[in-house]
């Protein structure tokens, strides 16, 4: 129960309601590479990552993955395909061990969707999806290779430490070798240092942030 209220959108129910959801609900293990749904799965449940980060991505006629957002814990999960009831857009895998409180979405919305605490919380996390979208379309329409770099190294840079550079080429829609020669180049012109870990140290934000 205790797990379930550190849930921003279940943080302020009683006792009696938490114990209700707790009948409804079910924490899931999942390893690293395991798929939570596939791109055009029927929408059962509503998923809250606990614990582990997990990547949301579609993918192109050729096969390829076009990677469209990173989930922490403590966020829903694609809740707009519940709440819409259409098929799942998007596959979502994890990219960690993880923990997914999974709820029965037909209980819910008829036992707790009257709760205006609730209900609030579910539209902060529609229009936080919303904007979302709009950074997906921003990146793969308007910035250069370039810049989805510098972007990421500045609102993520702590990743390089856990990521294989791989994943972080992934995660940006870039080949490896573009990523590899991009962060070179930044080494190159002084804008970043890479330790032996390749860790990744920012000397000059201001002119990573100009190539933006």
Do not use: W
């Amino acid at each position: 129960m205790d797990r379930i209220r550190t849930v921003s959108c279940f943080s302020k129910l009683n006792d009696e309601q938490l114990e209700k959801l707790k009948k409804i609900s079910v924490i899931k293990k999942f390893k690293a590479k395991e798929i939570l749904f596939y791109e055009g799965d029927e929408p059962i449940y509503l998923y809250v990552l606990l614990q582990g980060t997990l990547k949301v991505y579609k993918t192109n006629h050729k096969g390829q993955q076009i990677f469209l957002h990173q989930f922490y814990p403590g966020g829903l999960v694609a809740e707009l395909a519940n709440f819409e009831n259409i098929p799942y857009p998007a596959t979502a895998e994890f990219m960690s061990n993880s923990e997914v409180l999974r709820i029965d979405y037909k209980a819910l919305e008829h036992d707790f969707f009257k709760n205006p605490e609730i209900s609030f919380e579910i539209i902060k996390s529609l229009i936080a999806k919303h904007k979302i979208l709009i950074d997906v379309i921003q990146k793969e329409v308007i910035l250069t290779a370039d810049a989805k770099v510098a972007k990421f190294i500045l609102e993520n840079g702590e990743l390089f430490k856990t990521l294989k550079n791989t994943q972080v080429a992934s995660i940006l829609n870039l080949t490896p070798e573009t990523l590899s020669r991009t962060l070179s180049k930044f080494k190159t012109s002084g804008l970043i240092e890479l330790d032996e870990q390749h860790h990744i140290h920012v000397l000059k934000p201001q002119k990573l942030e100009e190539v933006l």
